[in-house]
């Protein structure tokens, strides 16, 4: 628990960091990508940190600590849209491949997706967020990228060391969105800011996978080839 505190904290402190700095020049194009990149370290930390809340949900104590990440999550990720217009296809497509692999079973994940949605479609309605056309190319890519992730994680084996790797790290939705970058569908920055998601999320996983008495990370069911 120490470790997993540990890497919270540091971790936090890197994304608010980055989001201070970003603020700290908002008319400087260069700067306000470290606004975008900060908010995605926490999302990182902030949904992988729900997940194992979720998975903890029977001790009570736990329950109240999903709430505000409920709030934040989807907050934080509606302001990015408001921001940054590919985030939106990004994130409808996500939650739809999620959706269709099943992974979204807990009112928590239920709740986070109504706010999400109520806040983005309040805001087109308000005319203050413009959905550009791109978005809605976004959002079948994003889709097909998540469920594959997802799939391929929870249900396809295999003793090959490069598909386990592919699997483990789900690169489907990487790869879309690299090649969604390539296409003008979205900015390196976008590209970065989603790596940084992920890398932060990995993290968050892998502390609270730390064995303290053995001083080692308890392997993931993909450290080891199955048939």
């Not at 805001?123 to 799939?151: C, K, M, R």
């Not at 929870?154 to 390539?182: D, M, P, Y």
């Amino acid at each position: 628990m120490k470790k997993l505190v540990f890497v919270v904290t540091i971790s936090s402190i890197i994304g608010f960091g980055c989001i201070l700095v970003g603020f700290s020049y908002p008319k400087n194009i260069v700067f306000h990508g470290f606004i975008l990149l900060g908010i995605c370290v926490l999302l990182g930390i902030a949904v992988k940190t729900m997940d194992q809340l979720i998975d903890e949900i029977k001790v009570k104590l736990y329950r109240l600590w999903i709430v505000p990440l409920v709030i934040f999550i989807p907050t934080s990720m509606a302001y990015l849209a408001l921001t940054e217009s590919p985030v939106v296809g990004m994130v409808i497509g996500t939650v739809i491949g999620l959706i269709i692999t099943g992974k979204i079973d807990h009112p928590a994940y239920i709740a986070s997706i109504i706010l999400f949605i109520t806040l983005v479609f309040s805001a087109f309605v308000l005319h203050i967020i413009n959905i550009e056309v791109t978005t809605f190319y976004i959002i079948p890519v994003a889709t097909a990228g998540s469920f594959l992730d997802e799939f391929g994680h929870e249900h396809w084996k295999s003793n090959n060391k490069s598909i386990t790797f592919i699997l483990k790290h789900r690169f489907f939705l990487k790869t879309f969105a690299f090649f969604g970058v390539i296409l003008s569908f979205a900015q390196p920055i976008h590209f970065i800011g989603f790596l940084c998601f992920d890398i932060f999320y990995d993290l968050v996983d892998t502390a609270n996978r730390y064995d303290v008495v053995n001083k080692k990370v308890v392997p993931s069911e993909f450290s080891t080839g199955v048939t």
